[in-house]
């Protein structure tokens, strides 16, 4: 007599299961993630392009075209801060800092937390 071989029933269901879970949890990372990535390009060119010594006027006005041609809309200008470099004189960096919270399931939500900071006129990394 041969011994049965192959998954379970309850095998197969705990599987699906987790293939589930896996599908749910990256639909609603990615897209925060590909928004993260393209403050991130947001940061990098608007540092690249500004000299150390702009005003803060002018680095909002480009934060703000960058913004409106990539539909940004859930961001201000205000969410992006000049800031001095610890350990450099004169040196500032542009910086943001949000956070996220995303509905997953039931009554769980994602909190997360994004960072980012260029020294302005910086060259860029890639």
């Known amino acids: 007599m ?9 095998t197969w ?3 699906v299961g987790v293939v589930i879970f896996v599908f ?4 609603k990372m990615a897209p925060l993630y590909m928004e993260f990535y393209t403050v991130r390009s947001l940061v990098d060119h608007v540092a690249q392009e500004s000299p ?8 909002r006005r480009k934060i703000d075209d960058f913004m409106v041609v990539n539909s940004l ?3 201000s200008t205000d969410d992006f801060k000049v800031i001095d470099v610890q350990g450099k004189n004169n040196v500032r960096a542009l910086e943001i800092h ?3 919270r995303k509905h997953w399931v039931a009554n769980i939500d ?4 994004f ?3 260029k020294e302005l006129g910086a060259a860029s990394d890639t």
């Not at 749910?24 to 639909?27: D, E, R």
């Not at 150390?52 to 680095?59: D, E, F, V, Y």
């Not at 994602?110 to 937390?113: E, S, V």
């Open 2 to 10: 041969r011994k049965q071989q192959g998954a379970t029933f309850l």
């Open 13 to 15: 269901v705990a599987g």
């Open 24 to 27: 749910l949890t990256a639909t």
């Open 52 to 59: 150390g010594n702009i005003s803060l006027q002018q680095i």
């Open 73 to 75: 809309d859930s961001f």
């Open 98 to 100: 949000y956070e996220v």
């Open 110 to 113: 994602f909190l997360m937390n």
């Open 115 to 117: 960072q980012y900071s």
